[in-house]
């Protein structure tokens, strides 16, 4: 297989050189490649802007990073192009390894003054890309989301790191959106917002074995944006462990009408470790307490199932499905639930929610 190594084309792994150009000529090459080909980053520390890695490319690609790839100090130098790393409309290409930095606390900064500030990058995003492997990554300190998903199909995402202070805004772990077939297997994901977020058209999403926290859980949603909006269906999260988390496992959506829905989905063997939050559906979703809609949300969720979830919850009401006035959840089913507050028993609540329940279920059954 002929590799690209991008110090051959000028990249110093000196933590200051702008080496983007030098990673963009050996995608160019690899990509033009009629063989199948590997862009190699060797050790060292490499500063670069923003870099697209367009295709279709001619045979199958590997990425292999060795290294550990910064993004400029200046946090203008990729704010306003809404990536930093972003490979498109690439098929059968794989990941591997390396450390990324997009260096976001600038930024966050920015952010929290309120002042005039760039859009913000996402540190690693695959658009309309099928038959993707992302192995062994670690991301540090995104300005935005660390991993995005969108318009894709077939993507393994296995063993990955992900690091942001708690406090960080929008910095979810993995976003995905508009994609089916996706698995997440292994990892620890610690960041400011959702470790995963599934958004509309999310469809055959596979989670397991995630250590989340800090940060916000894992999440469907917000759904509701749009009146025409994709559904989301068939997802299984699975083995994972929450610890610290704001939430456990949600469903949002906005109050506000759409054809939207969730349907066939599977939160099972999860332990909770001080969440707040740790099951909840909410069809109100207001998360800053105003300028929200006040309407009732069509997004139509059916066929959810909460089985063997354990541990300690930090609010009261550790189990809470609150779901729409106007489209009720139905289908729902709880089985073996036993989450504690304060070491005692918790609270349950529920509105416009139907299903059944078996098996151990502390807090009690509202439905």
């Known amino acids: ?29 690899a990509c033009g490649s009629r063989a199948r080909a590997m862009v190699y980053v060797p050790r060292g520390t490499y500063m670069v802007k923003n870099l697209v890695f367009w295709g279709p490319c001619k045979n199958i690609i590997t990425f292999k990073n060795d290294g550990t790839l910064v993004a400029p100090a200046n946090y203008w130098d990729i704010g306003n192009s809404g990536y930093w790393i972003l490979f ?13 930095d997009a260096r976001g606390a600038g930024y966050w900064s920015c952010r929290k003054k309120g002042s005039h500030c760039p859009q913000g990058a996402r540190s690693i995003s695959f658009s309309w890309c099928n038959n993707v492997l992302l192995s062994g990554l670690t991301s540090f300190n995104s300005q935005n989301m660390h991993v995005t998903v969108h318009h894709s199909s077939n993507v393994r995402i296995q063993n990955i790191r992900i690091r942001a202070p708690s406090g960080s805004p929008n ?3 993995i976003h995905i959106q508009s994609s089916s077939g996706v698995t997440i297997s292994g990892g620890t994901i610690a960041t400011g ?8 058209g999310s469809r055959n999403i596979w989670i397991e074995r995630v250590n989340c926290g800090p940060g916000h859980g894992i999440s469907i949603g917000s759904l509701g944006d749009y009146a025409n909006e ?6 299984t999260v699975t083995s994972s462990v929450f610890t610290k988390t704001q939430n456990g496992v949600r469903i949002k959506t906005w109050a506000r009408p759409s054809r939207g829905f969730v349907n066939n989905v599977v939160f099972r063997n999860l332990i909770m470790n001080n969440v707040g939050n740790p099951v909840i559906i909410d069809q109100n979703y207001c998360p800053n307490g105003n300028g929200c809609p006040r309407q009732s949300s069509g997004v139509k969720i059916s066929g959810v199932t909460f089985a063997n979830i354990k541990g ?7 189990m809470k499905l609150d779901c729409s006035g106007s489209s009720h959840c139905t289908g729902l089913r709880l089985q073996d639930i036993k989450l504690t507050y304060m070491r005692r028993s918790s609270a349950s609540y ?16 509202c439905m």
């Open 312 to 318: 300690t919850s930090t609010t009261p009401i550790a």
């Open 1 to 29: 297989m002929p590799s690209f190594n991008v110090q051959r084309y000028g990249a110093r792994g000196d933590g200051r050189t702008d080496a983007t150009k030098s990673f963009l000529t050996a995608w160019s090459l």
């Open 230 to 235: 994709e559904g989301v269906q068939n997802v």
């Open 193 to 200: 917002d959702d470790c995963i977020a599934l958004s509309q």
């Open 171 to 173: 910095t979810d772990g």
């Open 350 to 365: 529920c509105r416009n929610a139907h299903g059944r329940a078996s098996g151990v279920m502390v807090p009690r059954n």
């Open 88 to 100: 498109a409309k690439v098929n059968r290409i794989s990941v591997y390894g390396g450390t990324i």
